[in-house]
C-alpha cells in the first residue's frame, strides 16, 4: 500500500513556475483591503463637503478657460520632460565618466541652472535674448519670426533646459551608481560603448533613479506656472485670472489643486509601473 | 613602448608563428598602487589547451585573467590574442591602455569570461542574460538565441529559472547562469575564473564534462581554480601563481606527481 | 482698536512702493492714512503678498485693503467695497512707427498686450476682440510695456496713469506714444477704484465713504494727489 | 537696445541701486538671502527626517503605512504650496481660533514663519521620501541581511549601514531639493516673511531696475550654489569611498 | 497559530529539556510564493556540535540557514535557539514573522553568520567592518574591538589588508574577511553558508581548523559545504538536503559509508 502511493506519486517540479511573478509573498493578493475602503470613503466625504459648503458658481463661465490651461499644462509639461531626459542623459553620463572635455562643461551646466531661479532664466531668454531679435530687420523678415515672436517657444526651451540641469545631475549619481561588476561582465563580452550604454548602464541607472526623476517630473509641473510670465496662459494662470476676477481664494485654487492631482497622479502610476517591470530586491 | 618594440625582445614570438596560438602573454606586469600584483608572467595557450591556474587566495590569478581581456590594463607585457597583437599605448603616468578600443572590442566578443563573482545582470532575467550578447553583440536572430540559449540552460539545469531574475536564485543557480551565458557566445577562447565555487560535488563533475567537451572542439580554456582534482583531470597544462610569478609550470602529471618548488610541495601536500 | 490697512507687497509705485529702509510710501499710502485721520482711526500700514491679501482679511489679519482695487460687480459678491477714491481714464499705447486709432477699427488687425484680470482685459476683450489679431495676457503691466518696446505686440491698453509713466522714460519715448483714450464703458470700467473691506463690516465701510467725502471736501485729497500727479485723480 | 528700460543707464547708478544700506537696496537682498537660507536650511532639515521616516515607512511599513505614505507623497507634491500656506495660516488658523473663541479662549496668532517652514518641509518631506526610497532600494540587499544576521536593531542598522551605504545613490537628488528648497522660499511672501524673493521684487518693482535686481538675485543663489556644490562633493566624495568609480578601464 | 500550539505537537520537545540545545528546528516549512523550497525540515544541535548541511544545487541550504536566523520568515515551523521559543504571529496571508523584535536581535547577535557572497560592509575597510558589531550592538569597548580584531586578521592571515575597502580585495580575501567577522562576535552558534567556497585548498584547510578549534570550545557550528572531504573530516552530524526535505541524515561515516537513500549514493559518487 505505502509502496504504491510512493510509487504512484506524480512529483511535479515546483520550480516549473517563473517566481518573479508573485515573488513577494507579503503582498495580499486582492486590492480592495479594508483600510483601502475607508481611505476612499473619507476621501470622498471630503470631495462631497467640499461641492457642498463651497462656492463654485463661476465654474460655468471658465469651463473652456480651464480646460485650455489644463491642456497648455499637459503638453509643456510632457514635451519638456521629454526633451529635458534626452539631454539629461549625455550630460549625467559626461559627469560620470565623461573626459574633462565634456564633463566639465556639463557641471558648469547643471550648476547654473540649478543656481539660477527659472524665472530669471526665463526673462533671460524672453525678455533679453527674444528682444535682440527684432532689431534685426533680416530676422524680422524671416520665416522663423512668427514663431521668435511668440512666447511659448521660449517657455518650451527654458523649462526643458531647467529639467536637464537637475537631471543631469541625477543621472550623474545613478550611472555612477551602477555596481562596476555589471559593466566589467558587458565589456568583457566585447559589448560597443553604445550598446553598453543602451542595454546595460542606461537601464540599470534609469531603475535606480525612477523615484527621484518622477519627484522632479512633479517638480517641473510645479514650475509650468512661471510660463504665465511670459504670457503662456497655463491653468495656473487661468485659477489666478479666477482669484482676481471674483477675489475668491480657495475654489479656484482647489480645482488647480484637483487638476494638479490627477495629473502627478498619473506620473506616479506610471513611473510605479516602470519600477515594477523589474524586480528588486530589498534588504 | 609600442608593442612592437616589445615584440622583438619576446623569446617565444619565433615559434608561435608556426601553431595556432590563442592566448600568447608575455611578461605581465600590472601594480594597484604601491602593490605589485602581476611581477612578470608569461604564457602560451594553443588551440584546444586547457590550462588551469592555480594558486593561493590573492596571488593574482583574478588579476591575471582580468587582464587577458583589458578589464584591468596591464602595467605593462605583451598580450596576443588569436594571432593578434594588442597595442597599447602609454598613458604618461607609467601606465597602458590599448590604443584600439574596436580592436578589443572585436577580440572581446569571441572570449567568454565566467566571474568569479557572477556579475549577471541584475535587470534582465537569467534567459535574458544568456541571449543578450548573441543578440545584440554577435547579430544573431533573436528565436535562433534564445533556442540556444534555453538548450544551454537546459544543460545546466537551469531551464525552470528562465524567466527568473539573478538576485532571487541560489548562489549555485548563478554560478551555472553565467557559465551558460559564456557558452552562448560559443568562443574560441574562455577564461573561467574558479568555475565551480559555488557547486555541489554532482554540478562539479557536470562542468568539468562540458570543459572537457569544449576542449576537444579545439577550443582554449584558461581555469582559475581551487580544486585541484578538477585541474588534474582536465588541465593540459596546470600554473602554480606565487607571489605574483609563476612559481612553476608544466603538464598536470609532472606538477602534481614531482612538483619542484618548495612552496608548490607545500601547496599540494595540504590537498591530498 | 486698530485698524491693520492692507497693502500689496508688490511695489506699485508711485501708489504705494517700499524705500531700501523698508518705509512704505506713495499716494494710495498717504490716502489711506488721510482716510484714517479723517475717520479718526488708529492704522497701522500691512504689507501683504496679492495673493494672500484676501484670506487675510476674511480671516481678520487685516480689515481694510487700499490697494488699488477696482470695484467690479463679480468682485461685489466676495467682498464689499467702499465708493471710488479714484479713477483715471483708460488710453491705448501703441508703437510710433503705426498709424493707429484708439477704436475697433483703428485696432484692427493688431496685436494687443493688456495685463491679466483688470477690467482692461475685460474692456480689451469685449471690444477689440473682434477686430485685433490676437490679444496677449501678461502677468504685470511692466512686462507688457517691454514685450511693446521689443516689438512683440503693437498696442497696450491700461490706465492713462502707468501708461504716461512709461511714455516718459527713454525707452518709452524710442517706441511707443500715446494713441488716445478708449470709449468709456462703465459696465466694465465700473466705478474706479474703492477700499476693499470685509462683507457685512458696514460700520467700517460708512466711516470709509464719509472720511473719503471728507478729505475730498476739506481739500486735502487735492493736496495729496498735487504732490504725485499733475491731473484729476478722482475722474469723472 | 530695446530693453534699456530696465537697464539703468549708467555704472554709477547700478552700484547706488546696490549698495548695502539705504537707499541701496543691497543691504535688503544680503538680508533676503539670510532669511531665505535660514527658511531653507529648516525646510531641508524637516524634510530629511520626514523623508527618511516616509522611505522606511513605503519599503518597511504595513500595507496601511505605505498607502498613508503614498498618499501624502502624491498630494503633497501635487498641490500647490500656494494652496498649502493658504489652508494651513489662514484657513487653519482661522478654524482654530474660531473653535478657541466658542470655547471663549482667546485668539491666537501662528507665526506666519513657522507656518510656512512647516509647509515647505512638508513638501520637501514628499520630494526626499522618493529619493531616499529609491536610494535605499539601490544598496545591495546582501548588505542590509549582513546588519541584520548580526543583530542590530531598526535604529542602529539606519545609522550605521541603511543610511552611509545610499548616501552616494541620494546626494544628487538631495542636493537637487536643497537647491530648490533656497529658491522656494517665495512662498513665505505670501505670510508676510521677506526672503530674497521678495525683497528682489521689491527693489525691482520700486526702482523699475528688474533687470539689475534679477541679475543680482541671480548671482546670490548661484553663490550659494557655488558653495553647496562644494559642500555636497566633499560629502559625495567620502560617501563614495570604497565604492570603486565606473569610469572605463579599456 | 503561534509556537505553543505548535510546541504540543513536537515530539522532540521532551529530551530537548535535558541536554544543552543550540538550535532546534522543527518542521520547518519556507515558500517562495509558488515555488516551496522547505518542505517540513527538522534538526538538533547540541554544544559543540558540527552539523554539516550538505545537498545539490538549489536544494534550500542557504535558505535553511537564513530562516535560523530569521533572515527569512519561516512559512511555518519552530525554531529554538539556545533553549529560547521564538514565538511566530501569523501576517494573515498564510506566512508568519516573528513577534518580538528584541528578542530577534538578542539572538542573532550572538549567532554569528557567514554569507554565501560574503555580505562585506562596502563603505568600512575591512578592519571596520570586522570590529563594526562587537562595537556597535555587543558595547566592546572600541580599543580591545580593535585588538581583537587585528588579532582575527592576522589569523586569516589578512593584517596587509585591513585598512583596504571590501571592493578592492579578491574573492577568497572577502571571504576570509566574512570569517573574522562573524568570529568577532564570539558567538555561540555559528551558520557557515559554503565558508571555503573562494579558498585555496591550504586556507580551507586553515578554516578547517579553526572550526574545529571553535567546536571543542563547546561551539555550536551548522556548515552548509559543498567540500565533502570538510563534511567527513569535521561533522559530528552530516544531514543531506535534497529538493527541500532531509533525505538521509547521521554521523558522516554512516552517511558517507553506506548511504541508504538512492539519490545519497548517487550524489557520493561523483565525489570519490
Ligand atoms: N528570495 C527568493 N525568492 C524566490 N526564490 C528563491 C529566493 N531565494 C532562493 N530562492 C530559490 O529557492 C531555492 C533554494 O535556494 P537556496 O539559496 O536555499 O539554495 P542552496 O541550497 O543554497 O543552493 P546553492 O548551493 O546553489 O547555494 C532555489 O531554487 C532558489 O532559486
Ligand atoms: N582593484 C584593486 N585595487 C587594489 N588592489 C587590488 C585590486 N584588485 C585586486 N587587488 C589586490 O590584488 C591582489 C590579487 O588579487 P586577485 O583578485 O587577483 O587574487 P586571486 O588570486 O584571484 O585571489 P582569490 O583566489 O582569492 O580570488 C590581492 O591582494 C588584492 O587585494
Ligand atoms: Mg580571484
Ligand atoms: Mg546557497
Known amino acids: 500500500m505505502s509502496n504504491l502511493t510512493v510509487d504512484t506519486k506524480i512529483e511535479i517540479p515546483l520550480e516549473t513556475f517563473p517566481i518573479h511573478k508573485d515573488a513577494d509573498p507579503d503582498r495580499p493578493r486582492e486590492w480592495m483591503q479594508p483600510h483601502r475602503i475607508v481611505l476612499i470613503l473619507i476621501g470622498l466625504a471630503l470631495v462631497a463637503s467640499a461641492i457642498f459648503f463651497l462656492r463654485w458658481d463661476w465654474l460655468p463661465n471658465y469651463g473652456g478657460l480651464i480646460l485650455q490651461g489644463l491642456w497648455r499644462t499637459i503638453w509643456i509639461l510632457c514635451v519638456t520632460v521629454f526633451l529635458g531626459f534626452l539631454l539629461a542623459v549625455p550630460l549625467g553620463l559626461a559627469q560620470a565618466a565623461g573626459p574633462a572635455i565634456l564633463a566639465v562643461p556639463a557641471r558648469w551646466f547643471c550648476t547654473i541652472i540649478r543656481g539660477t531661479p527659472l524665472l530669471l532664466q526665463l526673462w533671460l531668454l524672453y525678455y533679453g535674448l527674444g528682444s535682440l531679435f527684432p532689431q534685426y530687420p533680416w530676422i524680422r523678415g524671416s520665416e522663423l519670426w512668427p514663431y521668435l515672436r511668440q512666447a511659448w517657444p521660449y517657455a518650451v526651451l527654458a523649462l526643458t533646459l531647467s529639467y536637464a540641469g537637475y537631471e543631469g545631475e541625477v543621472m550623474r549619481g545613478a550611472f555612477a551608481g551602477v555596481p562596476k561588476g555589471q559593466l566589467e561582465a558587458a565589456r568583457a563580452f566585447g559589448m560597443r560603448r553604445f550598446t553598453i550604454l543602451r542595454r546595460i548602464w542606461l537601464p540599470q541607472a534609469i531603475h535606480r533613479a525612477l523615484p527621484t526623476l518622477a519627484g522632479e517630473a512633479v517638480l517641473q509641473l510645479k514650475s509650468t506656472p512661471l510660463v504665465a510670465t511670459i504670457t503662456v496662459v497655463d491653468l495656473y494662470s487661468v485659477a489666478s485670472r479666477i482669484r482676481q476676477d471674483t477675489f475668491i481664494t480657495y475654489e479656484p485654487l482647489l480645482l488647480l489643486a484637483a487638476g494638479y492631482l490627477i495629473i502627478t497622479g498619473i506620473i506616479v502610476f506610471l513611473f510605479r509601473r516602470l519600477e515594477r517591470l523589474v524586480p528588486s530586491r530589498l534588504g | ?272 | 482698536e486698530t485698524i491693520k490697512v492692507g497693502i500689496a507687497a508688490e511695489p506699485y509705485p508711485p501708489f504705494a512702493s517700499p524705500d531700501a529702509s523698508g518705509k512704505w510710501q506713495g499716494w494710495e499710502v498717504d490716502i489711506a492714512m488721510a482716510l484714517c485721520e479723517e475717520a479718526k482711526l488708529d492704522c497701522v500700514i500691512t504689507p501683504v503678498s496679492w495673493d494672500g491679501i484676501i484670506p487675510a482679511l476674511t480671516t481678520k489679519k487685516i480689515d481694510i485693503i487700499t490697494a488699488s482695487m477696482s470695484i467690479t460687480a463679480e468682485r461685489e459678491k466676495t467682498i464689499d467695497f467702499s465708493d471710488k477714491y479714484y479713477n483715471t481714464p483708460t488710453v491705448i499705447l501703441g508703437s510710433k512707427d503705426i498709424k493707429m486709432e484708439p477704436t475697433p477699427e483703428g485696432l484692427k488687425d493688431r496685436i494687443i498686450g493688456v495685463q491679466v484680470s483688470t477690467v482692461h482685459q475685460v474692456y480689451v476683450k469685449k471690444h477689440f476682440a473682434g477686430t485685433a489679431a490676437e490679444i496677449k495676457e501678461y502677468q504685470t503691466q511692466d512686462e507688457a510695456n517691454q514685450d511693446l518696446a521689443a516689438g512683440r505686440i503693437d498696442a497696450t491698453q491700461a490706465d492713462a496713469l502707468a501708461l504716461e509713466t512709461f511714455a516718459a522714460t527713454d525707452a518709452g519715448k524710442a517706441c511707443c506714444e500715446i494713441k488716445g483714450k478708449v470709449a468709456d464703458d462703465l459696465e466694465v470700467l465700473g466705478p474706479g477704484v474703492g477700499v476693499g473691506l470685509r462683507k457685512g463690516d458696514t460700520a467700517l465701510k460708512e466711516k470709509m465713504n464719509a472720511a473719503i467725502k471728507g478729505i475730498r471736501a476739506n481739500g486735502k485729497y487735492d493736496e495729496i494727489s498735487k504732490k504725485y500727479f499733475n491731473f484729476d485723480m478722482y475722474g469723472g | 537696445m530695446a530693453d534699456v528700460s530696465i537697464i539703468p543707464e549708467t555704472l554709477s547708478q547700478m552700484l547706488t541701486l546696490l549698495s548695502p544700506s539705504p537707499p541701496g537696496w543691497g543691504g535688503n537682498l544680503l538680508r533676503g538671502l539670510m532669511h531665505s537660507l535660514q527658511i531653507a536650511l529648516g525646510a531641508f532639515g524637516m524634510g530629511l527626517i520626514i523623508g527618511t521616516l516616509g522611505a522606511y515607512g513605503k519599503l518597511y511599513g504595513s500595507p496601511l503605512v505605505r498607502d498613508l505614505a503614498g498618499i501624502y507623497t502624491t498630494i503633497v507634491r501635487a498641490v500647490p504650496e500656494l494652496v498649502l500656506i493658504l489652508l494651513l495660516y489662514y484657513a487653519g488658523t482661522d478654524l482654530i481660533n474660531r473653535i478657541l473663541e466658542m470655547a471663549g479662549y482667546q485668539r491666537i496668532d501662528i507665526s506666519g514663519l513657522v507656518a510656512g517652514i512647516v509647509v515647505l518641509g512638508f513638501v520637501q518631506g514628499a520630494y526626499a521620501t522618493e529619493v531616499l526610497r529609491g536610494a535605499i532600494k539601490a544598496i545591495p540587499y546582501g548588505e542590509i541581511e549582513a546588519a541584520r544576521a548580526y543583530g542590530m536593531s531598526p535604529i542602529l542598522m539606519m545609522r550605521r549601514i541603511t543610511l552611509p551605504s545610499m548616501l552616494p545613490y541620494a546626494l544628487p537628488g538631495l542636493a537637487n531639493l536643497w537647491l530648490i528648497a533656497t529658491k522656494d522660499t517665495a512662498l513665505l511672501a505670501v505670510v508676510g516673511f521677506s526672503e530674497l524673493t521678495l525683497e528682489t521684487r521689491q527693489a525691482a518693482g520700486t526702482t523699475k531696475a528688474y533687470f539689475l535686481f534679477f541679475m543680482a538675485a541671480g548671482v546670490l543663489y548661484l553663490l550659494t550654489t557655488l558653495f553647496s556644490n562644494l559642500i555636497v562633493g566633499r560629502i559625495e566624495k567620502w560617501a563614495r569611498r570604497g565604492m570603486p568609480s565606473v569610469g572605463e578601464a579599456g
Open chain 2, 1 to 272: 613602448m609600442t608593442v612592437s618594440d616589445a615584440v622583438l625582445t619576446d623569446p617565444l614570438q619565433q615559434q608561435s608563428a608556426e601553431q595556432a596560438e590563442a592566448i600568447h602573454v608575455w611578461n605581465l606586469h600590472k601594480r594597484f598602487g604601491s602593490l605589485e600584483v602581476l611581477k612578470g608572467v608569461s604564457m602560451t595557450a594553443r588551440d584546444g589547451d586547457v590550462v588551469a591556474l592555480i594558486g593561493g587566495s590573492g596571488s593574482g590569478k583574478s588579476t591575471f585573467l582580468r587582464c587577458i581581456n583589458f578589464l584591468e590594463n596591464p602595467t605593462s607585457g605583451v598580450i596576443r590574442i588569436n594571432g593578434e597583437d594588442i597595442e597599447m599605448v602609454s598613458d604618461g603616468v607609467g601606465g597602458q591602455y590599448p590604443a584600439n578600443r574596436r580592436q578589443i572590442e572585436r577580440i572581446r566578443s569571441r572570449l567568454g569570461m565566467v566571474f568569479q563573482n557572477f556579475n549577471l545582470w541584475q535587470h534582465m532575467t537569467l534567459l535574458q542574460n544568456v541571449i543578450e550578447v548573441p543578440v545584440h553583440v554577435l547579430g544573431v536572430k533573436r528565436d535562433e538565441a534564445i533556442a540556444v540559449g534555453e538548450q544551454l540552460l537546459e544543460r545546466v539545469g537551469l531551464s525552470a529559472k528562465r524567466d527568473v531574475y539573478p538576485a532571487y536564485l541560489s548562489g549555485g543557480q548563478q554560478q551555472r547562469g553565467a557559465i551558460a551565458r559564456a557558452l552562448a557566445i560559443q568562443p574560441r577562447v574562455m577564461l573561467f575564473d574558479e568555475p565551480t565555487s559555488a557547486l555541489d560535488p554532482e554540478l562539479v563533475g557536470e562542468v568539468l564534462k562540458v570543459i572537457a567537451d569544449l576542449a576537444k572542439e579545439g577550443r582554449t580554456m584558461l581555469l582559475v581554480t581551487h580544486e585541484m582534482k578538477f585541474a588534474r583531470e582536465v588541465a593540459s597544462h596546470v600554473m602554480y601563481l606565487h607571489n605574483g610569478i609563476v612559481e612553476e609550470e608544466g603538464p598536470p602529471e609532472d606538477l602534481f606527481g614531482s612538483p619542484k618548488s618548495e612552496r608548490l610541495k607545500q601547496f599540494i601536500r595540504t590537498v591530498s
